[in-house]
């Protein structure tokens, strides 16, 4: 899979019970120029979904997702599902690429 992964173990901010912040590594070798990401993680056991983005200064062999946050429900420790999105140029051409993950929150 292109472009990135999520880390396997997430953490909660047990304050206000938010994933904090989603994050995983990126191949730099892949990802010449990160342009966006949005990323999600939904807790089927709780009901729980959380979105988060970013847009700029993204590191250059890890994502993390820290702006225009919203949350929906109150995460447990226990899994989870990642998803995210990201918008890049590959030296060539703008593209994307998207993954899919269980995670575990802690």
Known sequence: ???????PTQNINWANRRVEW?????D??????????EAWVVQG??????????????????????????KNGS??????VGIALLAYNDGNAETYDWWLDAIDLY
Do not use: C, I, K
């Open 45 to 70: 056991s709780t009901g729980t979904s959380q979105r988060a983005a970013r847009s700029t200064h993204f590191a250059p062999d890890r994502w993390y997702a820290d702006e225009d946050s919203w």
């Open 75 to 80: 995460f447990q420790g226990g899994l989870a």
């Open 1 to 7: 899979m292109a472009a990135g992964n999520w880390d």
């Open 28 to 37: 730099p070798n892949e990802v010449v120029t990160a342009r966006w990401l």
């Open 22 to 26: 989603p994050q995983g590594p990126l």
